[in-house]
């Protein structure tokens, strides 16, 4: 079975440039989160999605960034325009509902993104 | 709002036991997870804990007390491989069933 999967890996870009990272969750798992870790601090809450709700927005840091989830799938995080503390590792993350599993959060890779 | 308090650092000698400590305040509590991460890879799930008391998994274990609002998480038999972040986090209800990380322990394995 596929892990949650997000792309690119790795962006380089300058500010004031737009940005759109991408996370395919594990197929099933109506629960998708998005997370970031910047300057290698805590991993911070940016926003929960069920199936194609925004649950909770929370943690979004201002109006640049829009993330969506057409149809309940993929996400996409876009940030524009792009400044140089948005320069970190964005985590997508997906889930059963809690009371359908362990509370695991199944995490990618992540998206690093560098703002120059 | 909610908030977790671990430790930033700790450093063990291979093949000993470290315990680390997480306190929590947080509402709609439903339970308390253990993340391990690598060299800022992918965090992966270690443990959860909704109920009191101490939950094993090989050479880990993980405690929760929910009326002192506090967990731990145990690493036995310490090899080189377990140095890495260990995060607690808060899984809740309050809004959305959301996770709660807190900023991280950082261990040290040394030989």
């Known amino acids: 079975e596929a892990g949650v999967t997000q792309f690119p890996s790795h962006s380089v870009i300058e500010k004031g440039q737009t940005v759109t990272l991408r996370c395919d969750p594990i197929?099933?798992?109506?629960?998708l989160y998005w997370y970031r870790r910047v300057m290698g601090k805590e991993i911070k809450f940016l926003l929960h999605?069920?199936?194609?709700?925004?649950?909770?927005e929370s943690g979004m840091p201002n109006n640049r960034f829009l993330a969506e989830r057409t149809g309940g799938t993929y996400s996409t995080l876009k940030v524009q325009p792009a400044e140089l503390e948005d320069s970190g590792v964005y985590f997508c993350a997906s889930s059963l509902p809690p009371g359908q599993g362990t509370g695991e959060l199944f995490f990618g890779e992540g998206s690093r993104l560098t703002v120059l | 709002g909610q908030s977790l308090e671990q430790p930033s650092e700790v450093t063990a000698v291979e093949g000993a036991i470290v315990q680390i400590n997480c306190t929590y305040q947080?509402?709609?509590?439903?339970?308390l997870s253990w993340y391990q991460q690598h060299d800022g890879g992918a965090p992966t799930f270690l443990s959860y804990?909704?109920?009191?008391g101490l939950e094993e998994t090989g050479r880990f274990s993980s405690f929760l007390s929910r009326s002192d609002s506090y967990g731990y998480l145990l690493l036995q038999e310490l090899q080189m491989k377990d140095s890495a972040s260990y995060f607690c986090a808060v899984l809740s209800g309050a809004g959305s069933y959301q996770l709660t990380f807190g900023k991280g322990t950082k261990l040290s394995v040394i030989p």
């Open positions: 804990n909704a109920l009191d």
């Open positions: 999605f069920v199936k194609e709700s925004k649950q909770d």
């Open positions: 197929s099933g798992h109506d629960n």
């Open positions: 947080t509402s709609g509590f439903y339970g």
